[in-house]
């Protein structure tokens, strides 16, 4: 009799007891959570004995005996220093070759690692001065009286991503007795049968899911993980696919265009772009629409999405309608407020602000840009805007900036305000369109790939830290031009734990360096009010220089600002490099961007190339989803869902439109998805704000 998915671990035939003890303390005690308990990555320990180390960018994985041990320490600090282990490859070193493991300021782990022991390590190799290092290895630690050494080496192991308490061992031991007592159709199919003839010709998904525990072939490996990423991806797409059609069915208003919107463009003072025009004639097509509008807007930044949006929006008021847009943070919305004012009021439009607790000029929660007026047309705000069901009254159009700050929750809130009204969501990070498809799959998407012609340019370089002296002298020069500057750190404070210089005491460093310039400090900690008040100060020019978190990382709009040092860039993604380097390079002078590094980082030197090489954003996004997979860009996307377990695949286009193709099949033939076969991912598609994932 075979096991089933329920049964609880300690049925498990084989299993010691000893590890079902140990998966209990941290309530693990089901087969199917092992079973879905998926490794993040394989090692080939088929075939390492004798293995020679090759220095190189891409982890490796060796066995290797202990020889010699020992603890260096240097510096003041409790317990700064070094543990090394020296290792030579099972079977023995050619011509002597040595590997030396590398623990920093991990002096505890001549506890762990003793001469003699034979440890599986993984890792990057690295050359200097013709020796051999591997830093902070994952290991594992051999033992001849293991009673299940099979399982740890000799075939395509797994690796899994551990909890608290649980060990390495203890995963793969308990995944290896688990699927050797389950049977062959363990677990149904969600995906439609595949075809004889196609890719899967002959997969399962029980099949996929024994695979990836216990793979034969690095081929099947592959397959099977690209089975379990359709379905994953078929999951998602028939979500979004759903909500599209739920949108259109549920029907809105037309809002026509008319001669406002043709005033607003001839009273700018500059050329919109070609693609600024085609996306609003996008997006005009779309309001024009009885059925609702739910488009993306996305592009470089400093491509010019607000000007879009503004004319957009009015498009919403001749039509007798209130259009909002909702920013993320308090900066950018006084910051789209301001734009609104400066270029709408002249129009005769009613323009309010509202940003939450914020007590706004004349004691209100509310500024209206016309005092008694009772019509406010275009309304702006933060997320304090869901809260205030009298001043959302008869909504037309909802923009919603940088949306991907905003959960799912919130930004159905705001939609449900007005009577199914048109949306445009923006983004000033670029998505590779395989990300399109999967996490605004059900937007249609409007791309701006060009800059205004009256934007500087920007020249962008990489420095190491010690060089810092030389950037001060660029600065000051820059300074006395009559320019200001940005400098950016990764932290507020300093910590011990990272080794990465904090905002507060950079401010005080650059104040003593720039003695006879105004050095302000901005970061997340401040209140609101202390927040306005720096930022009054940069854009009025009163302050010189920003020392900043990532805090203006989002829609900060200083033209004149032209210098950037972003330190401790290798912290960083390129994308939201990218995003911290477009707060520079908006006005007419040339800009300049030096990105800091350690000293001698050569891996993060070769990361932070693309930068000097291009200010082109969606080339950048497309490195960055190649280099680091979508995590970055997705993280931020996906804001109020649960992580996707095969998130690297979504670089396969062909998978990504496979499962695209599937879902718009199965909606056409099954709207409500009541066939059998798709009762357990119903819940995950028709339940919009569920944060679960799909696979459980």
């Known amino acids: ?77 409790r317990g700064a220093g070094l543990f090394e282990a020296q290792v030579e490859p099972i079977g023995g070193a050619i011509m002597g070759e040595l590997l030396t493991l590398r623990w920093w300021n991990m002096s505890f782990m001549s506890r762990t690692i003793a001469e003699g022991q034979r440890l599986i390590v993984y890792g990057r190799v690295k050359e200097n001065k ?118 259109l069915d549920a029907g809105g208003h037309a809002h026509q265009a008319g001669s406002l919107a043709q005033e607003f463009e001839a009273s700018l003072p500059f050329q919109m772009t070609g693609a600024q025009k085609r996306s609003l004639e996008e997006i005009q097509r779309d309001m024009a629409s009885n059925a609702p509008m739910n488009r993306l807007l996305h592009g470089d930044v400093g491509s010019g999405k607000t000007v879009v949006a503004f004319a957009a929006m009015l498009g919403a008021v001749e039509s007798g309608r209130q259009a909002a847009l909702m920013a993320p943070t308090q900066i950018l919305a006084e910051q789209h407020f301001n734009n609104a004012r400066k270029w709408l009021e002249p129009l005769g439009l009613n323009v309010a602000l509202r940003t939450g607790n914020r007590l706004e000029e004349g004691g209100v929660e509310l500024w209206s840009t016309k005092k008694g007026s009772d019509r406010n ?55 590779p369109r395989t990300l399109t498809l999967t996490i605004y799959g059900d937007l249609d998407v409007s791309t701006l790939d060009e800059r205004p012609k009256e ?19 660029f600065l000051l020069e820059q300074l006395e031009q009559g320019r200001q500057g940005y400098l950016v ?84 993604g390129l994308a939201q490099l990218h995003q911290l380097r477009g707060r520079i390079g908006r006005g007419e002078h040339t800009s300049y961007c030096v990105l800091f590094i350690k000293d001698k980082d050569e891996e993060a030197k070769s990361r932070l190339a693309i930068m000097e090489e291009t200010t082109d954003g969606f080339r950048i996004s497309e490195e960055d989803l190649k280099r680091r997979g979508p995590g970055d860009v997705l993280g931020r996307a996906q804001s109020g869902q649960a992580p996707l377990k095969f998130a690297e695949l979504l670089a396969n286009t062909r998978l990504v439109r496979l499962a695209r193709q599937l879902a718009e099949k199965t909606l056409d033939e099954d709207p409500r998805l009541e066939s059998p076969r798709l009762a357990e991912i119903r819940p995950f598609v028709f339940q919009e704000d569920a944060p679960q994932a799909m696979m459980q």
């Open 130 to 247: 013709g020796r051999l290092f591997m830093d902070h290895p994952e290991y594992e630690i051999l033992n001849d009286e293991d009673e299940a050494a099979h399982i740890h080496s000799g075939r395509i192991t797994p690796v899994y991503r551990l909890r608290a308490g649980i060990t390495q061992k203890s995963v793969r031991t308990a995944a290896w007795y688990v699927l050797q007592a389950l049977s062959e159709d363990f677990i149904p199919d969600v995906l439609p049968t595949p075809s004889t003839q196609g890719e899967f010709a002959g997969w399962s998904r029980a099949r996929a899911l024994r695979t990836v525990h216990m793979a034969s072939s690095q081929e099947d490996l592959e397959k099977a993980r690209r089975y379990l990423a359709l379905e994953e991806f078929y999951g998602y797409q028939l979500r979004v696919v759903r909500r599209r059609r739920a949108v």
């Open 1 to 77: 009799m075979s096991l089933a998915l329920d049964a609880s671990l300690s049925d498990v035939p084989g299993l010691p007891a000893r590890i079902v003890k140990a998966l209990a303390k941290e309530q693990v005690t089901q087969v199917a959570e092992i079973v879905w308990w998926l490794p993040f990555r394989h090692e080939d320990r088929r075939q390492m004995d004798g293995a020679s180390f090759q220095p190189s960018e891409i982890p490796a994985c060796y066995q290797v005996q202990v020889c010699k041990t020992g603890n260096k320490f240097f510096g003041r600090r």
């Open 455 to 473: 934007r500087g340019k920007i020249i962008t370089k990489v420095r190491p830290a010690s060089k810092q002296a030389e950037a001060a002298k």
């Open 489 to 572: 750190f990764p932290l507020i404070e300093e910590s011990e734990k990272l080794e990465a210089t904090a905002a507060k005491k950079g401010h005080e460093e650059w104040s003593k360096l720039l003695p006879h310039f105004q050095v302000g400090l901005l970061h997340g900690k401040l209140s609101a009010e202390e927040k306005d008040l720096v930022m009054r100060d940069f854009r009025s020019g009163k302050t010189d220089v920003l020392v900043s978190t990532t805090v203006i990382e989002v829609g900060v709009d200083v033209p004149n600002a032209t210098v950037m040092f972003i330190h401790n860039a290798e912290r960083f």
């Open 377 to 431: 047309h275009i309304l702006i705000g933060t997320h304090a805007l869901l809260h205030d069901e009298n001043l959302v009254k008869n909504l037309g159009l909802v923009v919603i900036d940088e949306q991907h700050k905003f959960g799912v929750a919130q930004r159905a809130r705001l939609i449900q305000k007005g009577n199914t009204p048109d949306v445009l969501v923006m983004t000033a990070t670029p998505i």
